[in-house]
Protein backbone atom coordinates (compact mmCIF):
# COMPACT_ATOMS: atom_id res chain seq x y z
CA UNK A 1 0.00 0.00 0.00
CA UNK A 2 2.92 2.33 0.44
CA UNK A 3 3.50 2.16 -2.91
CA UNK A 4 0.31 3.00 -4.13
CA UNK A 5 0.28 5.59 -1.43
CA UNK A 6 3.48 7.17 -3.91
CA UNK A 7 1.97 6.26 -7.70
CA UNK A 8 -1.09 6.09 -6.96
CA UNK A 9 -3.82 3.24 -7.58
CA UNK A 10 -4.23 1.27 -10.71
CA UNK A 11 -7.74 0.84 -12.49
CA UNK A 12 -8.77 -2.21 -13.77
CA UNK A 13 -11.73 -1.04 -16.75
CA UNK A 14 -14.29 -3.49 -17.32
CA UNK A 15 -14.54 -4.99 -20.19
CA UNK A 16 -17.59 -4.18 -22.98
CA UNK A 17 -17.86 -0.98 -22.35
CA UNK A 18 -19.77 0.85 -25.24
CA UNK A 19 -19.02 4.42 -24.44
CA UNK A 20 -15.94 6.27 -25.37
CA UNK A 21 -15.37 10.07 -24.07
CA UNK A 22 -12.68 12.33 -25.34
CA UNK A 23 -9.89 13.21 -22.88
CA UNK A 24 -10.84 17.09 -23.57
CA UNK A 25 -14.03 17.00 -21.84
CA UNK A 26 -12.23 15.29 -18.24
CA UNK A 27 -9.42 18.41 -18.70
CA UNK A 28 -11.91 21.03 -18.98
CA UNK A 29 -14.18 19.26 -16.11
CA UNK A 30 -12.73 22.01 -13.14
CA UNK A 31 -13.62 24.91 -15.59
CA UNK A 32 -17.51 23.08 -16.51
CA UNK A 33 -18.05 21.96 -13.45
CA UNK A 34 -19.44 18.22 -12.46
CA UNK A 35 -22.80 19.04 -13.42
CA UNK A 36 -22.28 19.96 -17.08
CA UNK A 37 -19.35 17.70 -17.14
CA UNK A 38 -21.77 14.70 -16.28
CA UNK A 39 -24.26 16.29 -18.35
CA UNK A 40 -22.22 16.21 -21.11
CA UNK A 41 -21.13 12.81 -21.08
CA UNK A 42 -24.71 11.54 -20.94
CA UNK A 43 -24.79 13.46 -24.15
CA UNK A 44 -22.09 11.54 -25.98
CA UNK A 45 -23.86 8.06 -24.11
CA UNK A 46 -26.77 8.95 -25.76
CA UNK A 47 -25.51 9.52 -29.00
CA UNK A 48 -22.98 6.27 -29.31
CA UNK A 49 -25.91 4.29 -28.15
CA UNK A 50 -28.26 5.88 -30.72
CA UNK A 51 -30.92 7.07 -27.87
CA UNK A 52 -33.14 10.18 -28.73
CA UNK A 53 -32.48 12.97 -25.65
CA UNK A 54 -35.14 13.76 -23.48
CA UNK A 55 -34.67 16.23 -20.80
CA UNK A 56 -37.02 14.99 -18.30
CA UNK A 57 -36.12 11.39 -18.68
CA UNK A 58 -31.78 13.10 -18.48
CA UNK A 59 -33.10 14.89 -15.32
CA UNK A 60 -34.71 11.50 -13.73
CA UNK A 61 -31.43 9.38 -14.43
CA UNK A 62 -28.90 11.64 -13.15
CA UNK A 63 -31.17 12.24 -10.14
CA UNK A 64 -31.05 16.10 -10.81
CA UNK A 65 -34.09 18.81 -11.17
CA UNK A 66 -34.92 18.90 -14.78
CA UNK A 67 -34.09 23.41 -13.71
CA UNK A 68 -29.95 22.16 -13.22
CA UNK A 69 -29.94 20.24 -16.24
CA UNK A 70 -31.65 22.75 -18.40
CA UNK A 71 -28.67 25.15 -16.69
CA UNK A 72 -26.02 23.08 -17.62
CA UNK A 73 -27.00 22.67 -21.14
CA UNK A 74 -27.37 26.53 -21.37
CA UNK A 75 -23.58 26.71 -19.78
CA UNK A 76 -22.18 23.84 -22.55
CA UNK A 77 -23.86 25.67 -25.24
CA UNK A 78 -22.22 28.73 -23.72
CA UNK A 79 -19.19 27.17 -23.66
CA UNK A 80 -18.89 25.75 -27.94
CA UNK A 81 -19.34 22.13 -26.29
CA UNK A 82 -23.00 21.43 -27.45
CA UNK A 83 -24.66 23.83 -30.65
CA UNK A 84 -28.35 23.13 -30.67
CA UNK A 85 -29.72 23.56 -34.16
CA UNK A 86 -32.97 22.93 -33.71
CA UNK A 87 -34.18 19.53 -34.11
CA UNK A 88 -30.47 18.15 -33.38
CA UNK A 89 -28.23 19.12 -30.97
CA UNK A 90 -24.59 18.92 -32.07
CA UNK A 91 -21.98 17.74 -29.96
CA UNK A 92 -18.57 19.34 -30.71
CA UNK A 93 -15.01 18.99 -28.63
CA UNK A 94 -13.12 21.68 -27.11
CA UNK A 95 -9.78 21.16 -27.36
CA UNK A 96 -8.32 22.46 -24.18
CA UNK A 97 -5.82 25.39 -25.48
CA UNK A 98 -9.46 26.21 -27.16
CA UNK A 99 -11.20 25.91 -23.92
CA UNK A 100 -12.09 28.66 -21.47
CA UNK A 101 -9.04 30.12 -20.12
CA UNK A 102 -10.25 32.40 -17.16
CA UNK A 103 -7.07 33.51 -15.79
CA UNK A 104 -6.36 34.72 -19.37
CA UNK A 105 -9.38 36.32 -20.41
CA UNK A 106 -9.16 38.23 -16.62
CA UNK A 107 -5.71 39.41 -17.43
CA UNK A 108 -7.00 40.50 -20.80
CA UNK A 109 -10.24 42.25 -19.09
CA UNK A 110 -7.99 43.89 -16.58
CA UNK A 111 -5.69 45.57 -19.97
CA UNK A 112 -8.81 46.93 -21.63
CA UNK A 113 -9.54 50.26 -20.67
CA UNK A 114 -12.51 51.40 -18.87
CA UNK A 115 -14.90 54.40 -20.37
CA UNK A 116 -16.61 56.40 -17.76
CA UNK A 117 -19.48 54.40 -16.70
CA UNK A 118 -18.12 51.33 -16.43
CA UNK A 119 -14.79 52.55 -14.41
CA UNK A 120 -17.85 54.20 -11.69
CA UNK A 121 -19.58 50.67 -11.58
CA UNK A 122 -16.37 49.11 -11.53
CA UNK A 123 -15.50 50.81 -8.45
CA UNK A 124 -19.03 51.12 -6.65
CA UNK A 125 -18.90 46.77 -6.71
CA UNK A 126 -15.54 47.01 -5.55
CA UNK A 127 -16.33 48.82 -2.29
CA UNK A 128 -20.04 46.79 -2.12
CA UNK A 129 -18.26 43.69 -1.83
CA UNK A 130 -15.97 45.42 0.89
CA UNK A 131 -18.54 46.61 2.67
CA UNK A 132 -20.33 43.39 2.54
CA UNK A 133 -17.58 40.68 2.76
CA UNK A 134 -14.33 42.13 2.68
CA UNK A 135 -11.62 43.76 0.34
CA UNK A 136 -11.15 41.80 -2.61
CA UNK A 137 -7.30 41.16 -3.14
CA UNK A 138 -5.55 42.12 -6.61
CA UNK A 139 -6.64 38.77 -8.29
CA UNK A 140 -10.54 39.36 -6.75
CA UNK A 141 -10.67 42.67 -8.41
CA UNK A 142 -9.51 40.95 -11.73
CA UNK A 143 -11.88 38.29 -11.83
CA UNK A 144 -14.31 41.08 -11.00
CA UNK A 145 -13.82 43.18 -14.20
CA UNK A 146 -13.20 39.80 -16.20
CA UNK A 147 -16.94 39.32 -14.84
CA UNK A 148 -18.48 42.53 -15.80
CA UNK A 149 -16.18 42.79 -19.10
CA UNK A 150 -16.02 39.47 -20.82
CA UNK A 151 -19.11 38.23 -19.53
CA UNK A 152 -21.02 41.19 -19.80
CA UNK A 153 -22.67 40.67 -15.91
CA UNK A 154 -23.79 44.13 -14.91
CA UNK A 155 -22.59 45.53 -11.42
CA UNK A 156 -26.21 44.99 -10.30
CA UNK A 157 -26.12 41.23 -10.89
CA UNK A 158 -22.76 40.52 -9.03
CA UNK A 159 -24.05 42.59 -6.11
CA UNK A 160 -27.28 40.70 -6.17
CA UNK A 161 -25.09 37.22 -6.19
CA UNK A 162 -22.89 38.64 -3.72
CA UNK A 163 -26.35 39.28 -1.27
CA UNK A 164 -27.35 35.48 -2.44
CA UNK A 165 -24.05 34.09 -1.23
CA UNK A 166 -24.19 36.14 2.22
CA UNK A 167 -27.64 34.52 2.62
CA UNK A 168 -26.74 31.26 1.79
CA UNK A 169 -23.14 30.53 2.43
CA UNK A 170 -22.11 29.96 6.15
CA UNK A 171 -18.35 31.31 5.09
CA UNK A 172 -18.73 33.30 2.13
CA UNK A 173 -15.92 32.79 -0.28
CA UNK A 174 -14.86 34.01 -3.68
CA UNK A 175 -15.35 30.70 -5.21
CA UNK A 176 -18.37 31.02 -4.28
CA UNK A 177 -19.52 34.05 -5.44
CA UNK A 178 -17.79 32.74 -8.85
CA UNK A 179 -20.22 29.50 -8.86
CA UNK A 180 -23.30 31.58 -8.48
CA UNK A 181 -22.19 33.98 -11.27
CA UNK A 182 -20.89 30.72 -13.25
CA UNK A 183 -24.78 29.46 -12.81
CA UNK A 184 -26.70 32.48 -14.03
CA UNK A 185 -24.48 33.54 -16.61
CA UNK A 186 -25.30 29.74 -18.16
CA UNK A 187 -28.88 30.64 -18.20
CA UNK A 188 -28.42 33.73 -20.07
CA UNK A 189 -28.73 36.31 -16.91
CA UNK A 190 -27.03 39.37 -17.82
CA UNK A 191 -28.95 42.01 -15.61
CA UNK A 192 -30.90 43.14 -12.74
CA UNK A 193 -34.82 42.89 -15.26
CA UNK A 194 -33.24 39.02 -16.16
CA UNK A 195 -33.09 38.53 -12.57
CA UNK A 196 -36.67 39.53 -11.73
CA UNK A 197 -38.02 38.10 -14.15
CA UNK A 198 -36.18 34.53 -12.89
CA UNK A 199 -36.79 34.61 -9.57
CA UNK A 200 -36.43 31.10 -8.78
CA UNK A 201 -32.16 31.92 -9.04
CA UNK A 202 -32.11 34.51 -6.54
CA UNK A 203 -34.17 33.65 -3.18
CA UNK A 204 -33.11 37.26 -1.95
CA UNK A 205 -35.17 38.86 -4.52
CA UNK A 206 -37.87 36.27 -4.94
CA UNK A 207 -40.21 38.84 -2.27
CA UNK A 208 -39.47 41.28 -4.71
CA UNK A 209 -40.05 39.89 -8.14
CA UNK A 210 -43.70 38.48 -6.52
CA UNK A 211 -44.99 42.12 -5.31
CA UNK A 212 -44.91 40.79 -1.51
CA UNK A 213 -44.70 42.89 1.34
CA UNK A 214 -41.43 45.05 1.67
CA UNK A 215 -39.12 43.45 3.19
CA UNK A 216 -35.35 43.71 4.60
CA UNK A 217 -34.08 42.36 1.09
CA UNK A 218 -36.33 44.69 -0.61
CA UNK A 219 -34.96 47.70 1.69
CA UNK A 220 -31.74 46.68 1.46
CA UNK A 221 -32.39 46.68 -2.39
CA UNK A 222 -33.99 50.23 -2.14
CA UNK A 223 -31.22 52.11 -1.03
CA UNK A 224 -28.95 50.57 -3.21
CA UNK A 225 -31.19 50.36 -6.72
CA UNK A 226 -33.31 53.31 -5.74
CA UNK A 227 -34.13 53.68 -9.38
CA UNK A 228 -35.53 50.48 -9.29
CA UNK A 229 -37.91 51.20 -8.16
CA UNK A 230 -39.37 54.33 -9.03
Known amino acids: ?105 EVAAAAEPLVNGESDAYEWLVSYISARI ?15 QSKSLSHEVIAVAIEEMCASAAHPSFPYLEGILRNWHGVGIRTYNDLLENPYLAKVLAPIAGGKDVNSAEKRWREVFPDEFD
Open 134 to 148: TVPTPEEQRKLLYWM
Open 1 to 105: MAGAKNKGVLLRGVKGLPIQVPGEILKCQADLGPTATLVWINLVAFSQLGQAFRINSLARQMGLPKREVSQALALLADRGWINDEGLEIRLTVQAEAESLDPVQE
